[in-house]
């Protein structure tokens, strides 16, 4: 009942649809993977691209299940992948510079990347899609989304800090103080949430941000992966906090700190089930509990059209 009065809401009517849902995997490379904050090597993200590509990832096996789109999107993964391959070919750059030691995007790139997201979500609105979920891939992201996460929030790094990839104790403790360091290069309180992105995201979490307040902006339903996304939208939620209206999160990932991005948006995801996959997988498993609640309002009887009795306590 909840999810379907919230769609009707955000359609503003009382028959809500879920038309044409799309998932949009962004995906980039980023220039702090040459840190060592990733179990996995850079080359990995070109690698699950075209895996995503051919279909044969978990969020195809999802996205064919439930009969939902899926659009792959080059935001900056260090490859060049061929013309002819069915991804939107929207690279900014081959990755981020190492945000250790500058800032990760330029002005315009930060603004190219929030443009194009922007630009992404208006071609699928302009098909009949009024629902996307949001995916990730990207190695060395999670350190990036944890920049976010504790620069937005102001909560303390080691909440923010996880196992990503599946990194060790020792790496992970690697990973807070590469983090710790570059964030003592800058006075963070004085930055804007768009300062904040530019300096420690990805071309991935600046495009699905501006793709996040492109769809709200239109009235469509945003379905919130995991860790990644939050991030993504932490910054959207920084510059319009009424985006929260158009989202529903899809699960709590088994990432640590995304339980607590979920308690300081104060929101509860749909499901758990101890995933950290990442490509919208979560979305994408939630997608059809989100049909559910729209049919219900849509098909299911009253108690007066089924000529059910009332309770007479």
Known sequence: EQLALQVACVQQTLHPSIASPYIVIFAADHGIAHENVSAYPREVTAQMVLNFARGGAAINV??????????????????????????????????????????????????????????????????????????????????????????????????????????????????????????????ITAFSPEDILRHFGGFEIAMMCGAMLEAASRRMILVIDGFITTAALLVAHAVHPHILHYCIFAHESDEHGHTIMLRYLNVEPLLRLGMRLGEGT????????????????????????????????
């Open 62 to 187: 999802f996205a064919r299940q439930n009969t939902i789109g899926l659009r792959i999107v080059d935001a900056g993964v260090d490859y060049d992948f061929p013309s002819e391959l069915d991804i939107v070919h929207a690279k900014i750059a081959h990755g981020t510079r190492n945000f250790l030691h500058e800032p990760a995007m330029t002005p315009e790139q930060c603004a190219q990347a929030l443009e194009c997201g922007s630009v992404i979500v208006q071609e699928l609105h302009n098909t009949g899609c009024n629902a996307i979920g949001f995916g990730d891939m990207g190695i060395g992201n999670t350190t990036a989304a944890s920049t976010l996460m504790h620069s937005i929030t102001h909560i303390p790094l080691e909440s923010c800090i996880g196992a990503g990839t599946g990194l060790t104790t020792q790496h992970i403790q690697h990973k807070r103080f590469v983090i710790a360091s570059a964030l003592a290069r800058y006075n």
């Open 282 to 313: 979560g979305a994408a498993l939630a997608f059809p509990l989100i049909q559910a609640s729209v049919n219900i309002l849509n098909e299911m009887a009253t108690f007066d059209s089924a000529h059910v009795s009332r309770y007479i306590l």
